[in-house]
Nanobody, 115 residues
Framework: QVKLVGSSGGSVQPGGSLRLSCAVS????????VDWYRQAPGKERVLVAR???????EYEDSVKGRFTISRDNVRPRMFLQMDQLKPEDTAVYYC?????????WGQGTQVTVSS
């Protein structure tokens, strides 16, 4: 059974930092690209960052230079380091992997950036 369990998020002031993590089980984690998505109130869920099996990364334009995605293939988990946070980063963040043609999601983690 594929399972993704995300860490808790939190509330920070603009310019602050947060680190999200997501433990993945039930798959051979190292052979899959994995992603972080986010969904702001009233908006669609969008891709924020992706990391390939080999560690290549991609970022949505608005987070480039501020967010860093990483992975640990030994203790299967993924991370999203978020720096220089802005109010527009406020959203529910989801970890994601696609396995066997099926999308699997973490439970969602609220991140609020506000002064």
């Amino acid at each position: 059974q594929v399972k993704l369990v995300g860490s808790s998020g939190g509330s920070v002031q603009p310019g602050g930092s947060l680190r999200l993590s997501c433990a993945v089980s039930g798959i051979n984690f190292r052979i899959y690209p994995v992603d972080w998505y986010r969904q702001a109130p009233g908006k669609e869920r969008v891709l924020v960052a992706r990391i390939s099996q080999t560690g290549s990364t991609e970022y949505e334009d608005s987070v480039k230079g501020r967010f860093t995605i990483s992975r640990d293939n030994v203790r299967p988990r993924m991370f999203l380091q978020m720096d220089q946070l802005k109010p527009e980063d406020t959203a529910v963040y989801y970890c994601h992997v696609k396995h066997g043609g099926t999308d699997f999601w973490g439970q969602g983690t609220q991140v609020t950036v506000s002064s």
